[in-house]
Nanobody
Framework: QVQLVESGGGLVQAGGSLRLSCAASGTIGSINTMGWYRQAPGKQRELVASITSGRSLNYADSVKGRFTISRDNAKNTVYLQMASLKPEDTAVYYC???????????????WGQGTQVTVSS
C-alpha cells in the first residue's frame, strides 16, 4: 500500500516562506513524476509544480520564480520551497506521485491527504 505523507503547511504572512515535504512509503514500483497540486475554496485543483525522475521541472506560471520543487530519490521524498508567498497562494496543497507498478507495469497515481497553506495579508 503506497502512502504519501505531507508536512510543512501552516499560516504565514505575505512575503514569507514555507517548505512542504512529501514522503512516499510502501512503494511498489518506480516513482516517475512527483508533483504538488493545490486547491483553493471554490476552485479546481491545479498543478503547482512537478519533477520527473530525471529532474525535469515544470511550474505553473503563477509560481515561477517564487517556488522551487526538488526531490531526494533515496528518500522517496519531494519538496516544495515556497517564497514570496501571496494571499492567493492560500490553498490545500496535495502531493502526487506517479508510480510504475513492478508487478503489473502499469502507471498508477497516488495522492497525499493534503496540507493547508494559509497566507495572510
Amino acid at each position: 500500500q503506497v502512502q504519501l505523507v505531507e508536512s510543512g503547511g501552516g499560516l504565514v504572512q505575505a512575503g514569507g516562506s514555507l517548505r512542504l515535504s512529501c514522503a512516499a512509503s510502501g512503494t511498489i514500483g518506480s516513482i516517475n513524476t512527483m508533483g504538488w497540486y493545490r486547491q483553493a475554496p471554490g476552485k479546481q485543483r491545479e498543478l503547482v509544480a512537478s519533477i520527473t525522475s530525471g529532474r525535469s521541472l515544470n511550474y505553473a506560471d503563477s509560481v515561477k520564480g517564487r517556488f522551487t520543487i526538488s526531490r531526494d530519490n533515496a528518500k522517496n521524498t519531494v519538496y516544495l520551497q515556497m517564497a514570496s508567498l501571496k494571499p492567493e497562494d492560500t490553498a490545500v496543497y496535495y502531493c502526487n506521485a506517479e508510480i510504475t507498478n513492478w508487478g503489473t507495469l502499469r502507471r498508477e497515481d497516488y495522492w497525499g491527504q493534503g496540507t493547508q497553506v494559509t497566507v495572510s495579508s
